[in-house]
């Protein structure tokens, strides 16, 4: 039976996509960051891990519900979308409002956190030492020398690191919701499985 005729296609392998993962992996150093540098008490803590948490929970939700509803899929996604978006402007503010430097997009430590791939929060914090210490570019050889970054604090460089994050994060997702929407268009979503099956049926002897 080909992939498109099924009437419950293979659904929920969320864990596989990058999008997930990057997701997953912001909410895990959001929760640090959140308990380290955020009064534990105040609305802003809770608005964060909220927001990165919602992330990670919609992608999980609308990859089940493809199955059944392509159209909830696409609409959690871009929950997920939105959410972390709003994470993002949780962290430029943190930075903002404290007089911390946003680091430029084409800046080698945010490009070495990205080449480093990491796995989990603990990989962000070795990464956030290296930076700290200097070690950054080509996966923590020296990048620079430490007199030259005198002032630079672990709140900057973890806030700055889960931005580039969630820009990778928000990029797959914005080509996962373009791919949703052209599959959507093409295929259609549960509704028209169910009458192409019930016209197959019908059509046996």
Same mark, same amino acid.
């Given at each position: 039976m080909k992939k498109e005729s099924q009437l419950i296609p293979p659904h929920g392998g969320y864990r596989n996509l990058k999008s997930f993962q990057v997701a997953e992996l912001v909410y895990?150093?959001?929760?640090?960051?959140?308990?380290?540098? =955020?009064?534990?008490?105040s609305r802003t803590h809770d608005q964060m891990v909220q927001a990165a948490r919602s992330g990670v929970q919609n992608i999980a939700e609308g990859s089940q519900a !493809?199955?059944? !509803?392509?159209?909830? /899929?696409?609409? #959690?996604?871009?929950?997920?979308r939105a959410s972390l978006e709003e994470l993002r402007r949780d962290y430029e503010d943190f930075l903002r409002q404290r007089g911390l430097p946003f680091w430029d997009w084409n800046d080698p +430590? +945010?490009?070495?956190? =990205?080449?480093?791939?990491?796995?989990?929060a603990d990989a962000v914090a070795t990464w956030a030492i290296d930076v700290k210490n200097g070690r950054y570019g080509q996966h923590g050889q020296a990048g620079a020398s430490t007199s030259s970054i005198p002032s630079i604090t672990y709140p900057e460089i973890t806030a700055n690191g889960v931005l580039a994050l #969630?820009?990778?994060?928000? !990029?797959?997702?914005? +080509?996962?919701?373009? !791919?949703?929407?052209?599959?959507? /268009?093409?295929h259609g979503g549960f509704t028209e499985r169910l009458y192409r099956t019930r016209q197959n049926t019908r059509r046996k002897p």
């Open positions: 895990d150093v959001t929760v640090r960051f959140c308990n380290k540098y =955020i009064d534990r008490k !493809s199955g059944t !509803s392509k159209k909830m /899929e696409l609409k #959690l996604t871009n929950v997920a +430590r +945010r490009a070495d956190l =990205i080449a480093r791939r990491p796995a989990n #969630l820009a990778v994060a928000c !990029s797959l997702l914005d +080509r996962q919701l373009a !791919s949703l929407a052209v599959a959507f /268009e093409q």
